[in-house]
């Protein structure tokens, strides 16, 4: 499976942007999904996962209410909606599967990453 991560850019504190993971092979959509993030300094961090069925999601606290994870099996995509828009925000996103069907927000349990999208929030 490969992952091509894009809809990153620039935008302003408040504003809103959505990020596609578009995948390939025919098996992604009996996959586990994940968006994480990094920002320079600092540690890969969670952000969103959702189960192979666009059932159940997981968000940290830093982001729940404002970013939303979905996918649509019949694209072999997942989106990342982003809503009100931070300064801490600004890092670059990476998008995740892994081979198992559930939801997990360790990024140790992804089994193949997308190679990230930059997204700025000017303060």
């Known amino acids: 499976v490969q992952l091509q991560a894009s809809g990153g850019g620039l935008v302003q504190a408040g504003g809103s942007l959505r990020l596609s993971c578009a995948a390939s092979g025919r098996a992604f959509s009996s996959y586990g999904a994940g968006w994480f993030r990094q920002a320079p300094g600092k540690e890969r961090e969670f952000v969103a996962a959702?189960?192979?069925?666009?059932?159940?999601?997981n968000y940290p606290d830093s982001v729940k209410g404002r970013f939303t994870i979905s996918r649509d099996n019949a694209k072999n995509t997942v989106y990342l909606q982003m809503n009100s828009l931070k300064f801490e925000d600004t890092a670059v996103y990476y998008c995740a599967a892994r081979q198992s069907p559930w939801l997990t927000s360790f990024p140790g349990d992804y089994d193949y990453w997308g190679q990230g999208t930059q997204v700025t929030v000017s303060s």
């Open positions: 959702i189960s192979w069925n666009n059932g159940p999601t």
